[in-house]
């Protein structure tokens, strides 16, 4: 495994990162859950990514439960808010009451004393930016939380944040969590640019776009029994992912995966890898043998020539 800094800060991140969305808490039991962190701990991932709003707080305590054997300081521990977490007006958003009171609740949900990287799950239109990013900077000057961050923000927001944070002399963002793969290449444009620019790192989430980027997908073949694909709530995030023209390039990234003598899902998170502003690619696992595959892809590089032929499958 290799690790990369969050953004402009001291802080190593394992270039693949574990998540919890649509797994930890739902679909995936407890037991066979904490085989897949113990996994992916024992691989070398620290990087571990969780939400208040994943099942209601219980992928965040079937993790933290699983890392619970391991050295506190051993791993980066991160989560989020913004959504709804119960019925009332003011369970939501990024207002300070919702960011003081959740934070408190996902620190006695995981049981431990602070959270690595705290994150805004989204942008909240009706918060002030500074009423937000000063609840962030008292977390941080209490020791509750280490590093902010943020997610799906624009690159204006991003580039806002930063300002407003310097203007009164609050700690700065670490980090951006948007969605990033082969497919959906949205954050180059101006993401990306504008992060590097101001020492935001990106640690993206679906990476394999919903497992689409692995290959199990064929066109004109139903979709395999049991597959994320099956699943209704899993299902209307795929449904564009699924068309013919997808997976026709897919078929075609496969065969520079095999002359590589690697696998498709490995292709796609070495080749998000290959940004430097990307600091981890946070991939979703229900079983042992997919994270111990995934971890593979650390390290793989492309020649000039490999990333040419890539990029002309993809713009086609």
Not at 43 to 53: E, H, K, M, P, S
Not at 90 to 115: F, P, T, W
Request: hydrophobic share 40%.
């Amino acid at each position: 495994m290799q690790y990369r800094r969050l953004g402009r800060t001291g802080l190593k991140v394992s270039e693949i990162g574990l998540g919890s969305w649509l797994t930890y808490g739902g679909s995936v039991q407890a037991a066979q859950s904490e085989a897949v962190i113990d996994k992916a701990y024992e691989l070398g991932v620290n990087f571990f990514d969780t939400a208040n709003a994943y099942y209601r707080g219980a992928a965040e305590e079937i993790m933290a439960k699983s890392l619970k054997k391991y050295r506190r300081d051993s791993y980066v521990l991160a989560t989020k808010v913004f959504f709804p977490m119960e019925e009332g007006p003011n369970d939501r958003g990024l207002s300070r009451k919702h960011i003081m009171e959740q934070c408190e609740a996902s620190l006695k949900r995981m049981n431990v004393d602070y959270i690595d990287l705290y994150q805004c799950h989204r942008f909240d239109e009706e918060t002030p930016l500074d009423e937000t990013l000063r609840a962030l900077d008292d977390l941080v000057s209490q020791g509750k939380v280490l590093y902010t961050g943020v997610s799906e923000w624009s690159a204006l927001q991003i580039q806002d944040a930063i300002r407003v944070a310097k203007e009164l002399n609050l700690d700065p963002i670490a980090s951006n969590q948007p969605q990033y793969h082969m497919l959906q290449r949205q954050i180059e444009q101006d993401v990306i640019p504008v992060s590097e620019k101001l020492g935001v790192g990106q640690v993206v989430f679906s990476p394999l776009a919903q497992g689409v980027l692995t290959g199990k997908y064929k066109v004109g073949v139903a979709v395999p029994e049991g597959s994320r694909a099956t699943d209704a709530k899993s299902n209307m995030f795929m449904e564009w992912l699924l068309k013919d023209e997808q997976l026709r390039k897919v078929e075609q990234l496969q065969e520079i995966a095999g002359a590589k003598g690697i696998s498709m899902a490995q292709l796609a998170l070495a080749w998000i890898l290959r940004l430097p502003n990307i600091s981890s690619c946070i991939v979703g696992a229900s079983r042992p043998d997919q994270i111990e595959a995934n971890i593979k892809a650390s390290g793989v590089k492309f020649s000039d020539d490999e990333l040419n032929v890539i990029e002309a499958i993809l713009i086609a």
